[in-house]
C-alpha cells in the first residue's frame, strides 16, 4: 500500500470546487471509477462521457459526479450548488440507481443505504489564501479493500476550513458479518477561533450510537 497526495492546491480562485474536482482526479487515478456525471445542463448515467472531465465544467450550478471505491462497498456523490462553496454531498453503501438528471443527484434504490453528509449547504468556508490537501492510497487499508481519502481545505497553511473524508476501519475491530467498514464525515469547519463544526460523521460498524465532539457517530444496518 503507498500513499498518494495532491498538496498545498491553490483553491483561492474556485474554493471548494477546485478541491472536490482534484479530489476526483486523484481518486481516479488510483482506482476509483466513475458511475455518473453532470456538467448542469446533461447528464451521464454511466462511465462516459465525463461530463465534468475540467474544473470549469465542474465549477458550474448543480454540476456533479458519482465515484465508486474499488472494494464496491462505498460510493461518493459531489454536487457543486449555487456557489463555489455550498455542496451536497452523499455517500452509499450500494451502487446508486441510473436515475440522475442534470439537475440533480441519482439515489439508491432504498433510501436507508445512502446517507447526505453536506445538503446544499456550505461545506468549505471562503478564503482568498485558500489551499486544498488531498491524501489517498494506491491499494486497500483493510481486508475489506477500502481505500481511503480525506480531501481538506485549509486558509494558507492553517486553519481549516471544510473537509470531506472516508477511512478505512482496521480490520479485527469491527464485525465480522459487516460489510461496509468504513466512516465519513464532512462539513465546513473555521478552527481555532470557533472551536465549532458542522461536520456529520457515520459510523458504518460497531456499538450503538455516540457522540464524539460536535460529530454525530450513527450505527448503520446491512443494506435492503
Known amino acids: 500500500m503507498a500513499k498518494v497526495t495532491n498538496v498545498n492546491i491553490d483553491c483561492s480562485s474556485r474554493q471548494g470546487s477546485q478541491l472536490l474536482f482534484e479530489l476526483k482526479t486523484l481518486l481516479l487515478a488510483n482506482g476509483w471509477t466513475i458511475t455518473g456525471t453532470s456538467d448542469g445542463t446533461t447528464a451521464t448515467n454511466g462511465a462516459s462521457p465525463d461530463r465534468v472531465n475540467t474544473v470549469a465544467l465542474f465549477d458550474v450550478s448543480n454540476a456533479w459526479y458519482v465515484l465508486a471505491d474499488p472494494s464496491g462497498t462505498c460510493w461518493i456523490y459531489v454536487q457543486r450548488r449555487a456557489s463555489n462553496t455550498t455542496f451536497t454531498i452523499k455517500v452509499s453503501r450500494v451502487a446508486p440507481q441510473t436515475n440522475g438528471t442534470a439537475t440533480t443527484l441519482p439515489t439508491c434504490a432504498t433510501a436507508s443505504n445512502e446517507t447526505t453528509l453536506v445538503n446544499n449547504t456550505t461545506f468549505v468556508n471562503s478564503s482568498g489564501s485558500a489551499r486544498g490537501h488531498i491524501v489517498t492510497y494506491n491499494s486497500s487499508e483493510n481486508a475489506a479493500g477500502v481505500r481511503p481519502f480525506?480531501?481538506?481545505?485549509?486558509?494558507?497553511?492553517?486553519?481549516?476550513?471544510?473537509?470531506?473524508?472516508?477511512?478505512?476501519?482496521?480490520?479485527?475491530?469491527?464485525?465480522d458479518l459487516n460489510a461496509y467498514p468504513w466512516v465519513t464525515a464532512a462539513g465546513a469547519l473555521s478552527l481555532p477561533a470557533s472551536r465549532s463544526s458542522t461536520a456529520t460523521r457515520r459510523r458504518r460498524s460497531g456499538p450503538a450510537p455516540i457522540t464524539r465532539s460536535s460529530c454525530t457517530a450513527r450505527r448503520h444496518t446491512p443494506p435492503t
Not at 150 to 175: H, K
Open 150 to 175: 480525506y480531501a481538506m481545505m485549509t486558509q494558507g497553511t492553517s486553519t481549516l476550513l471544510g473537509s470531506f473524508i472516508v477511512e478505512a476501519i482496521a480490520d479485527n475491530t469491527y464485525d
